[in-house]
């Protein structure tokens, strides 16, 4: 069993709008404590956690053995303004981020990119959210 969420982190995933099916992207997974807890609520669904850094990929890989063994879960290193979905990859229809500066607005050439790039790996209609709201705020994902 995973340990506890924090209070924070617990509130964000609690606001998703998750399905059993839904294909998530985290952006900015660090060590999965949150992908985990959205694994654990997909039943046909997928979560992939991406991270530039690959000591969090390591610590969230090493931390959702049970989840990737279970299908729900997958991890890539990939920083969010370099994502692309991969051959075979279907489409994500709910990405989120907790304390990605590109998307909160610290570093905006970046995040416009980034915001390209979920563009292109995610299905007409998916939602993206990210931390600062009350606990989530949601943001446009432009389409050409």
Same mark, same amino acid.
């Given at each position: 069993?995973? !340990?506890?969420?924090?209070?924070?982190?617990?509130?964000?995933?609690? +606001?998703? !709008?998750?399905?059993?099916?839904?294909?998530?992207? /985290?952006?900015?997974?660090?060590?999965?404590? =949150?992908?985990?807890?959205?694994?654990?609520?997909?039943?046909?669904?997928?979560?992939?956690?991406?991270?530039?850094? @690959? @000591? =969090?990929?390591?610590?969230?890989? @090493?931390?959702?053995?049970?989840?990737? =063994?279970?299908?729900?879960?997958?991890?890539?290193?990939?920083?969010?303004?370099?994502?692309?979905?991969?051959?075979?990859?279907?489409?994500?229809?709910?990405?989120?981020?907790?304390?990605?500066?590109?998307?909160?607005?610290?570093?905006?050439?970046?995040?416009?990119?980034?915001?390209?790039?979920?563009? +292109? @790996?995610?299905?007409?209609?998916?939602?993206?959210?990210?931390?600062?709201?009350? !606990?989530?705020? /949601?943001?446009?994902?432009?389409?050409?």
């Amino acid at each position: 069993m995973s !340990p506890p969420l924090s209070p924070r982190l617990a509130a964000v995933v609690n +606001a998703l !709008p998750l399905r059993p099916d839904s294909r998530v992207l /985290e952006i900015g997974c660090g060590p999965g404590a =949150a992908a985990r807890a959205v694994a654990e609520r997909l039943t046909s669904g997928h979560i992939l956690a991406i991270d530039r850094s @690959a @000591a =969090a990929i390591a610590q969230a890989e @090493a931390g959702a053995a049970e989840e990737i =063994a279970a299908g729900r879960m997958s991890v890539r290193q990939v920083a969010g303004e370099d994502f692309a979905l991969q051959a075979q990859e279907e489409p994500y229809d709910l990405v989120f981020a907790v304390r990605v500066g590109a998307l909160d607005g610290r570093h905006p050439e970046t995040g416009q990119r980034m915001l390209r790039r979920i563009a +292109a @790996a995610t299905t007409p209609n998916a939602r993206l959210f990210i931390d600062g709201g009350d !606990p989530l705020r /949601e943001l446009v994902i432009p389409r050409p």
